[in-house]
């Protein structure tokens, strides 16, 4: 069984670039969440994706952007890149959502610097 | 949205306990989580509590709850130098999907 992968490690962007993210979710899992870590600060939901449909949206402008695969992988994608998206971006996957607990298993992420 | 409250650091000698401090605001949580941080790692989850528990014992951690006042902590028995780590609480509201993290306690452990 393999675990979340997220590509690539490292990132260095210019302000105004596009970016795109990707992230393999945890075998059996079809369920993926974004999450954006600034430095010194914990992680802040995006948005999460549950069988290629978005399926809940944290408090980030409409240039952040995901898609999710029918093989449950997902990408992040970010428009007019700014200063401030320079973070750690992590993908969690968990076997499905709802209401009851479901585990999430983070990925190592993604370091965005912006330039 | 919702806020979730950690101090910031925390410095224990080895072998002895620590404990991890947590508020939050959201009374409609069902879960509580403590994941753990290792430098250039994601989150891994230590361990969970049902909203309608107060404690859950899990080999050398101790979570308690405390509904009435808001407040989760995390016990650390025997710290180990391994557990040198930043230590995030997160909840979980009643609806939607959405984990909301604390800002993280940073745990040194001195040999």
């Known amino acids: 069984e393999t675990g979340v992968t997220q590509s690539p490690t490292h990132l260095i962007k210019t302000r105004g670039q596009q970016v795109t993210l990707r992230c393999s979710s945890q075998s059996g899992h079809n369920t993926v969440s974004w999450y954006q870590q600034a430095l010194g600060q914990g992680p802040q939901f995006i948005f999460q994706y549950y069988r290629e449909e978005e399926n809940g949206r944290g408090n980030f402008p409409p240039r952040f952007s995901g898609l999710q695969f029918p093989n449950y992988s997902s990408e992040l994608n970010v428009n007019a890149l700014e200063l401030d998206d320079s973070a750690l971006y992590l993908c969690?996957?968990?076997?499905?959502?709802?209401?009851?607990?479901?585990?999430?298993?983070f990925g190592p992420g993604t370091r965005l610097t912006v330039l | 949205g919702e806020d979730v409250e950690q101090s910031l650091f925390l410095s224990v000698r080895e072998g002895d306990s620590s404990v991890i401090n947590c508020t939050y605001t959201d009374s409609s949580s069902t879960y509580l989580y403590w994941y753990k941080q290792e430098p250039g790692a994601g989150l891994q989850l230590l361990t969970y509590?049902?909203?309608?528990?107060d404690m859950k014992q899990d080999q050398r951690l101790t979570v308690l709850l405390n509904k009435k006042d808001k407040h989760l902590s995390l016990r650390i028995a025997d710290t180990q130098t391994g557990d040198s780590a930043i230590y995030f609480c997160a909840e979980k509201g009643r609806t939607g999907n959405q984990f909301y993290f604390g800002t993280g306690t940073s745990l040194t452990v001195i040999p």
């Open positions: 969690a996957s968990s076997p499905s959502p709802g209401e009851v607990h479901n585990e999430q298993f």
């Open positions: 509590i049902f909203s309608n528990m």
